[in-house]
C-alpha cells in the first residue's frame, strides 16, 4: 500500500498489511466497531512528533479495509492522542469520541459550579454517542472555546441518532447531543486544544483514512481492468486513477516526515500544512470515486454491498472537507503570512 520514498522511515515498522486483515474479519455493528478500535490503540502508535507517518499508514489501512470502520477507529484514536498529551489516563476500556464541530444555531456552554463544571446545550455532529463511553468535546467559554472529557453515560446526555438520515455511515449516526447540567472534565486551558499542533495533525489523518478508502475504490477498477485486458477505457481510467492517489500518497507521506522531524527541528506553518493536504488529498479522493462510478457503470454499486457502500461512505467522509472554503483559507493563510516557497 505504501509505495512513495517521501514517507519517513519509521512507517514501515507498522504492519498495515495486517492491519487491514484483521480490519475485515471484525464484524459490522458499532460494537464491533469500537472493539477493534480498542485493538488498534493496543497495538499502533497514538500520534505525535515522531509516528505520524505510522498513525497515517494505520488509518489507511483500516479505511482501505472498511471506511466506515475507519471513522469510528480515527476519533478513538485521535482522542487518546489528545488525552496523552494533556497528561490525562483515559479509563481502562473507555471508547472515545471527539465532538469539536459547531453549527448555527446551536451553542454548548460550560459553567462552572460548586462541584466543578457543567455542560449545558446542543452539541452538532456527534458520531456515535449512543455506543460510546466518552467523549472530548469542546465548550464555550466565554469568548474562547476550552476541551472537557465528558462521561456519555451520565443522565442529562440526550443523543438524537433519530436526526441522522444519511445513506452514507449508516451504522455510524451522527446526529446532535443535548446537554443538561452534565458533569465534564477540563483538558487543557482555555484555547489549548485548537491552538496545539496536534489539532492540525489530526485534520492530516482524517485524510489518510480518504486515501485509505480510495484505494478500496481503485482496486475494484484494477480487478476490473485485469478481468477486461483488450479495454483501452479501463485502462485509461485505471492509470489516472494511479497517478491521482500517488499525488495523494505523496502529500501525506510529506506532511507525516514534517510532523516526525518537528521532534528535533523547526516547525511549519501547521495550519497550512494541515489544509493543503487535506484539500490535495480530497480533490485525488473525488476524482477516483467519480471516475470509479462513471467507469464500472451501475452494476457494482446495485449488486455488491461492499463497493455501494464503500461510495456513499467515502461520498460523505470527505465533505468533513470544507470545499471551496478551505481552498479560500489557504489563499487567507499565503496572503497573511507567506508559506509558500514562489
Not at 477493534?36 to 497514538?46: I, K, N, Q
Not at 489530526?202 to 484505494?215: D, E, L, N, S
Not at 457494482?300 to 464503500?310: E, F, H, K, N
Not at 470527505?318 to 507567506?338: K, N, S, T
Amino acid at each position: 500500500m505504501l509505495h512513495s520514498s517521501a514517507w519517513p522511515v519509521a512507517t514501515h515498522q507498522v504492519d498495515v498489511g495486517a492491519i487491514e486483515e484483521t480490519a475485515r474479519r471484525h464484524g459490522s455493528s458499532p460494537t464491533d466497531r469500537l472493539a477493534f478500535a480498542r485493538w488498534v490503540a493496543s497495538t499502533a502508535p497514538l500520534l505525535s512528533a515522531g509516528t505520524a507517518g505510522g498513525s497515517f499508514a494505520t488509518l489507511a489501512a483500516v479505511a482501505l479495509a472498511d471506511v466506515a470502520t475507519a471513522r469510528t477507529v480515527e476519533p478513538h484514536l485521535d482522542a487518546l492522542a489528545v488525552l496523552e498529551q494533556a497528561g490525562v489516563r483515559a479509563p481502562e476500556g473507555s471508547t472515545w469520541g471527539v465532538y469539536a464541530a459547531e453549527a448555527p444555531g446551536v451553542r454548548l456552554t460550560a459553567t462552572p459550579t460548586a462541584a466543578g463544571v457543567e455542560l449545558r446545550g446542543t452539541k452538532p455532529w456527534c458520531s456515535l454517542a449512543s455506543t460510546l463511553s466518552h467523549a472530548l468535546v469542546t465548550a464555550h467559554v466565554g469568548d474562547d472555546r476550552q476541551l472537557f472529557a465528558v462521561d456519555l453515560r451520565q443522565d442529562g446526555v440526550t443523543v438524537h441518532d433519530d436526526a441522522w438520515v444519511a445513506r452514507g455511515m449508516p451504522e455510524v449516526p451522527s446526529g446532535p447531543v443535548d446537554f443538561a447540567g452534565v458533569h465534564a472534565t477540563p483538558v487543557g486551558a482555555p484555547g489549548w486544544y485548537l491552538a496545539r499542533p496536534g489539532f492540525a495533525w489530526g485534520g492530516i489523518g482524517v485524510a489518510a483514512c480518504w486515501w485509505g478508502g480510495a484505494i478500496g475504490l481503485a482496486r475494484v477498477l484494477r480487478d476490473l481492468a485485469v478481468a477486461r485486458p483488450g479495454s483501452e477505457l479501463l485502462q485509461a481510467a485505471l492509470g489516472a486513477t494511479v497517478l491521482d492517489l500517488a499525488d495523494a500518497e505523496d502529500a501525506l507521506a510529506h506532511a507525516a516526515t514534517r510532523i516526525d522531524e518537528s521532534a528535533d527541528g523547526p516547525a511549519p506553518d501547521w495550519s497550512l500544512l494541515a489544509q493543503t493536504t487535506r484539500s490535495r488529498v480530497r480533490r485525488a479522493v473525488d476524482a477516483v470515486r467519480e471516475r470509479v462510478v462513471r467507469t464500472v457503470g451501475p452494476a457494482p454499486l446495485t449488486s455488491d454491498p461492499a463497493v455501494a457502500a464503500r461510495v456513499a461512505d467515502l461520498e460523505l467522509y470527505v465533505l468533513q472537507d470544507h470545499g471551496e472554503r478551505d481552498l479560500a483559507r489557504i489563499g487567507r493563510i499565503v496572503v497573511e503570512r507567506g508559506g509558500v516557497a514562489w
